[in-house]
């Protein structure tokens, strides 16, 4: 089974995370909110597709594979992304909108922060211990 897709759909993630992460400030969050939701959204969007991707496509197919250690890391690995997207669900559900972001321009950079990193860190676990062993 081919990671390609899953992985390039990791990079472009971690790409739009850096865009979001270099406009986290509160003078900028303040003064065009519009352009970081939208940013925001982009985010969400793609991270929804990977997920229909991952969660239809490669975590069923991976589950019943004949090796036991990729059986094993993906079992683990999907244990954990109902909380994960839960985690998410709340973040979008804090800012639905431009507006909700220049509420409170501390907060909500050091949510997004959060948000990016917990993600981030699941990205690299992803390539590092299971699609390191399709590979």
């Given amino acids: ?5 899953l992985q390039r759909q990791h990079a472009e993630l971690t790409a739009l995370a850096a865009e979001i992460v270099r406009l986290l ?8 909110p519009r352009t970081i939701r ?7 969007g793609k991270l929804r597709v990977h997920d229909r991707m991952e969660s239809r496509g490669l ?4 589950l019943v594979d004949e090796r036991e250690e990729v059986r094993a890391a993906a079992t683990r690995l999907k244990q954990e992304l109902g909380g994960l997207y839960a ?3 709340g973040y979008e559900r804090r800012y ?3 507006s ?3 509420r ?3 907060r909500f950079i050091a949510d997004t922060l959060e948000m990016l990193a917990v993600l981030g860190k699941r990205m690299q676990r992803e390539n590092r211990e299971l699609y390191a062993l399709l590979g």
Avoid: W
Wanted: zero cysteines; charged letters at 25%; glycine letters at 0%.
């Fill in 25 to 32: 400030r509160p003078e900028v969050v303040e003064a065009d």
């Fill in 1 to 5: 089974m081919s990671t390609q897709h």
């Fill in 104 to 106: 409170d321009p501390k």
């Fill in 100 to 102: 909700s972001l220049a």
């Fill in 87 to 89: 985690f998410f669900d």
């Fill in 59 to 62: 975590y069923p197919a991976l």
């Fill in 38 to 44: 939208i940013l925001v959204a982009r985010f969400a």
């Fill in 96 to 98: 639905p909108d431009a």
